[in-house]
C-alpha cells in the first residue's frame, strides 16, 4: 500500500490549501515576532558596505554554479564575507517601515535569521576568531555569540558530514516563525521555505561571482543544530545550511 496521502509534509500541503471557499475564513491570530533581531551586549564586527563584485555576468553565474565540497584550507576575509553576507540579504531600499532586502520575502517580513560558523580565520578576517556570529541586517555588522572551533560540532550535527569541517565558514539559517505566522497563521512554513531557498540561491551566485564555491545542506538533526547556535528550537529553529569557501581543484 502506498502512504503517500498520509507523509506528514503530503498532509501539511493538502491541510493548508487555499480554496475560494476558505480564503475569507477567520484565522488563528498569533502574536508577531520582533522585525529584527540582535544581541546587544555582543561584541560587533563592522562589515563592509562598499562591496565590490566582479563584472562577470549573471548568465556566467548561473553556469558556474555547482555544489562545492572540497575547499582550499583557506580562510574568507571579510571584505568577502561581507559580500556574501550582503548578498543573501543586505538592505536595498525601504518602504514604510518596512527595509526591502536582495532576495524576496512574502509580505516583507523576512522571517529567517543568518548565523556564521567560523571555522578559518586569520589576520585578513577583521577581528573574526573562530566561532558562532549572528548577521544583525540592520545595522550591517557581525555578533559574535561564542568563540571556540566548533567544526566537529557542526559536522556532527549534520549527520557527519565532512566537508563543513574543513570549508573557512558554515551558513546558518534559522526561521523565526511566528515573523511570519502572525499573519500567514497555518501557511506560514510555506513561505518560510520559500524564502530559505531565495536566499541560499542569492549566496551561491555570489559566492560563483567571486570565485568561490558553496553548498547548500538541508540534512541535520534539528535539535543539536539548534544547540549549537543556542536557539530554542521552537519560536526559532534552524532549517537551512551552506558551506561556503574556496574551491580545492
Known sequence: MDNFSELLSTRYLYDTKYTRHNINEPRPFVVPAPAFKSYPKAKKIPLNKDVIFSDMKLSDCLKKRRSVRRYENKPLTLNALSALLWSTQGVTGKTGEFLLRTAPSAGALYPVET???????????????????HYNV????LEEIKTGNFSE????SCLGQGFLKKCPVVF????????????????????????AGHICQNLVLACAC???GACP???FFDD?????????GKEESVIY?????????
Open 241 to 249: 545550511l551552506a558551506s561556503a569557501g574556496h574551491p580545492k581543484e
Open 138 to 141: 540592520f545595522d550591517f555588522v
Open 224 to 232: 543539536e543544530a539548534n544547540a549549537l547556535i543556542e536557539v530554542d
Open 210 to 212: 567571486l570565485d568561490l
Open 217 to 219: 545542506v538541508a540534512a
Open 153 to 156: 560540532h557542526i559536522s556532527d
Open 115 to 133: 548565523y556564521l560558523i567560523i571555522n578559518n580565520a586569520d589576520e585578513n578576517s577583521g577581528g573574526l576568531e573562530r566561532g558562532i556570529y
Open 172 to 195: 546558518v539559517w534559522t526561521a523565526v516563525i511566528r515573523r511570519c505566522a502572525s499573519k500567514y497563521t497555518n501557511r506560514a512554513m510555506r513561505y518560510i521555505m520559500l524564502d
